[in-house]
């Protein structure tokens, strides 16, 4: 290894990773007076650097990458989303055990995924925290929903999510700014579902529609996924971090990636190493204490890294539990094209992406069902901004030219409604991530290598979301699509870049990842087709006939579970304050705590979790306990 | 390009940027590129850097033929999909030699009906070839590099159309504006109730 360069200087608090887990930390330190120093793997964030209100014109390739890649079949990359990242990053892969089928999406940008995603914001019920002792499946989190609903409360307030009061069981309310109306597809799917016995309520998503601190109201235009230049929507970056900076006790070092923690004879963390990526150097910063936020697959892999004769398993690992019950969300879409839209009077049907969801509607009909846990679902539809591969569904289907073509294009504009099924899955022994004992990345830090399996629940369950969806699509006179897009696993192709129609709440980033047209114009944002270098082709499913349509492990992107929270120290790295056993002075606040993965987008819990944290952190360092 | 054109171009560009201050992320080699794009869909002239004169006056027939005009509204031609087209085939070799072995089956197909080309041929011998080969139901050992190398230039000229501000005008695509508040869109939500029968 080359020569590290140390500094003197003993930080309170180092925070490695800026998404939702890190940039709450250090926005929460900060506001208590705690100074930090913040490590990203990747560049600042320059809000200049937004695609928000662009048109595809814009572009001298409007999308289709600089090269027309996507009509050869490359990746475009991310042409108009604050992506920033995906499943292949240059010199960073990642391997897959032979048998596994799992893509690990990774940002690398200040605010990381939270610059983009798809902003659903859901509490965990009370019973999500105790699926042990409901079903016997799983595991018990330490904590109960009465242990984390203040910090709920207070993200909630400070983040601006909207939503309306409803007294679900499965989706406990929350303090909600005012949601916007529904759309016209919108209240079919309500109509439709009502009919089919299901409760549509508006969609619970973290963006502002009123002025908070400082932040303007959402103006509607409908490009989260690009980033908001208003800072209206949530994002770690402009909602969390740059307004922390402004306190003064919060230093950002960009380019750097963490390699491992050091530590000393009694077994604390004294000091993070990273690389400098601007020149390549190896660097140290001295800390009292350190805070993982960096997703919990990385912070699992920093922890594996961090061997040393006194921990041999890597640190805070001798339960042999670190980057175990990884877990990602059970995904399947339907989409349809619903005549009744057809000739609609048009209007702005942008908003702020989804203003309906379904929460899961069975919670108390498990004994009747033949999978344990539940799914939401989260609806897509409308006239989109037009882009590479918009219409590509109509040609397909009338083909020919002229007029004819042009008129099947604008009868099928903003008539197909999308429904995609986010369910729990269950950890299981077989789903887990190791370091690799041969790859390594570019600057020499052994890679992970991911195994993974889904179990029969999350397989009826998908089950389950097929039957639903084309009941309640073909309520409101739906004519169904192939199942398609991000969620459609099994025999759907990926869709191109932009997309016109529906974007279902948690959407796929526009990922840019060119793939032949599904014949399916508005099918939610395609998956990216394949994983890091290393990764075995093709998908082990698709030679079970049988096997539902399921997403392939890691595609939904809700990577969580790999450095759990509990109270027997033989069984899980961190206690219940994600505070690991072992090491008083580390704490892991990103998904890697999470014991189950609730059909809850994970965001909203690793906020609440993490602002938690930080506050026991700030008591433990005032108190000189770490 | 000369300064008053590379002015023009920025201005033009500086007019939608400015809001959201997204300019310097584009490149001095992407405004290239545009200037030479707009000026084709402001009908000006545009050489094209990846096919013939030849070659690139066929493919403007063709996207004329795939979106025309329409009752007095500008169709694939004023939109400059050909120029489009020619501009990502000059950065990808492998969408060049489809261009270029397509537009050549054009040609050799219209030589069997008795033309010296494509071009060269009457409006309804351009419009018997193109009916045999826009429709996948006409498959054979003959047509099949027809069909694929159509399927694709009509994939293009959609794509080229749609995304350019003359298609999306006319698709009345209403969005990506700020708006004060979300109105309920009700006079959409009556039409869509009563022919869905909700």
Sequence with gaps: MAQVTSSTTVHDVVVVGSGAGGGTVTNVLANMGVSVLLLEAGPMLNIADLKEHMWPYNVPHRGAGPKGQAYTNEPTGFTYSATYGGSQLDGEPYTVAPGSDFSWFRSRILGGRTNHYGRVTLRLADYDFKPYTTDSLGFDWPISYNDLAPYYDKAEQFIGVTGSIEGIRSAPDGIFNPPGALKAHDVLVQRACAKNGIRAVAARQAVTTVARNGRPPCHYCGQCGRGCTTASNYASSYVQIFPAMKTGKVQVIANAMARELVTDASGKVTAVSYVDKTDGSEKQVRCRSVVLAASACESARLLLNSKSSQHPQGLANSSGKVGRYLMDTVGYSMSATVPALSGMPHYNSDGYGSHLYVPWWLWDKHKDLNFARGYHIEVGGGYGMPGIGSFQGAVNRVEGYGIPMKQAIRDNYGTSIGLSGRGEMIPNEDSYCEVDPEVKDRWGIPVLRFHWKWSDHELNQVRHMQQTFRAILETMGGQIAAPGGRGGGRGAAPTTAMDTGPQPGSQAPQTGQAGPQTGLPNAPAGQPATGGRGQRAGNAAAADPNRPPISRGGAIIHEVGTVRMGDDPKTSPLNKFCQAHEVKNLFVADGAPFVSNADKNPTHTIIALAWRTAEYLAEELRKGNV | ?198
Excluded: C
């Design chain 2, 1 to 198: 390009m000369s300064d008053i054109t590379r002015r023009d171009v920025l201005r033009r560009l500086g007019l939608t940027l400015m809001a959201t201050g997204v300019l310097d992320r584009v490149s001095a080699e992407e405004i290239h590129h545009f200037a030479q794009a707009a000026q084709a869909s402001n009908g000006g002239s545009y050489s094209p850097k990846a096919l013939t004169d030849h070659e690139y006056r066929t493919l403007v027939r063709l996207t004329d033929f795939i979106i025309p005009v329409e009752n007095g509204k500008p169709g694939a031609v004023a939109a400059g999909a050909a120029a489009w087209i020619d501009m990502l085939a000059s950065e990808n070799a492998q969408l060049k030699s489809i261009y270029t072995k397509g537009l050549a089956w054009m040609d050799d197909a219209m030589k069997k009906r008795d033309a010296k080309d494509f071009l060269s041929g009457t409006p309804e011998q351009q419009t018997a070839l193109l009916d045999l080969i826009a429709f996948r139901r006409n498959a054979s050992l003959e047509l099949d590099p027809g069909i694929q190398f159509f399927t694709m230039a009509r994939r293009m000229t959609v794509d080229a159309f749609y995304t350019s501000e003359i298609g999306i005008a006319d698709i009345d695509y209403r969005g990506n504006r700020p708006q004060a508040s979300y109105p309920e869109p009700t006079e959409a939500i009556t039409y869509a109730l009563k022919r869905s029968g909700l």
